[in-house]
């Protein structure tokens, strides 16, 4: 999310204070300096982005898209939940042994990278 909103926020400097996109990459930005506000302010947000400025959804982590769930399921395409969902079936199996799931070699996996 930080890598998201620093870049959000360097895209829209020079725009007014009042601009909505402006006051969207501020708010990003107050986002990820308070992770806590994930779940009560994350979804309003997000949604805002997708509805209003959809050219940014592109460069969106689709890892929050998952975490944050609800109506942000809507903005990810079939196959992306369906990744998403078997990483954590493989997550869920590999706690259950009592062992950690790498999770980007699980993903390069799914996505036949290797």
């Known amino acids: 999310m930080s ?5 959000l926020e360097k895209r829209t ?11 969207l990459a501020v708010a990003f930005t107050a986002l990820s300096a308070s992770p806590d506000q994930m ?4 979804l309003d947000l997000v949604t805002r ?3 209003t400025y959809p050219d940014f959804a ?3 982590p ?6 944050l ?4 399921l809507h903005y990810m395409p079939d ?16 706690a259950a042994s009592g062992e950690a799931l790498d999770l980007t070699q699980a993903r390069a996996n799914l996505l036949k990278l290797q």
């Open 3 to 7: 890598k998201f909103s620093t870049d």
């Open 13 to 23: 400097e020079k725009l007014d204070a009042e601009d909505s996109l402006r006051q």
């Open 39 to 42: 779940y009560s302010q994350g």
């Open 49 to 51: 982005l997708f509805t």
């Open 58 to 60: 592109p460069s969106f």
């Open 62 to 67: 689709r890892d929050l898209l998952w975490f």
């Open 69 to 72: 769930g609800g109506d942000c």
């Open 79 to 94: 196959d992306e939940i369906q990744q998403h969902q078997q990483l954590d079936e493989m997550r869920q199996e590999a």
